[in-house]
């Protein structure tokens, strides 16, 4: 069993109230649970307007089919508009 992990520290520069990045956030981590079949969680900043640090978490069989299911969610946050990455990180257990 492989437990794969990826933690997004992402700015929303258009959030101008944390009930305003709520709900876009709401959206984005519909669209990646709809998507990707994965868990998500906001696991930090969640008193700020415009930052957030996302929690996203696998599990599989195989490690290059976890990497790769991480690797597609940074990517599908990444092209999310309004959303800029400031970090990430994916671990593998």
Same mark, same amino acid.
């Given at each position: 069993m492989v437990v794969g992990i990826a933690s997004v520290d992402i700015h929303i520069?258009?959030?101008?109230?944390?009930?305003?990045?709520?709900?876009? @956030?709401? *959206?984005?981590? =519909?669209?990646?649970?709809?998507?990707?079949n994965v868990s998500i969680a906001e696991v930090d900043h969640n008193d700020l307007w415009q930052r957030t640090t996302l929690g996203i978490s696998v599990v599989t069989n195989q490690k290059q089919f976890?990497?790769?299911? @991480?690797? *597609?969610?940074? =990517?599908?946050?990444?092209?999310?508009?309004?959303?800029?990455?400031?970090?990430y990180s994916i671990e593998l257990l």
């Open positions: 520069p258009e959030s101008g109230s944390l009930k305003s990045k709520r709900h876009f @956030l709401k *959206g984005i981590k =519909d669209r990646v649970k709809n998507r990707f976890a990497n790769q299911i @991480l690797s *597609g969610v940074v =990517d599908f946050i990444g092209k999310e508009n309004g959303v800029q990455i400031l970090d």
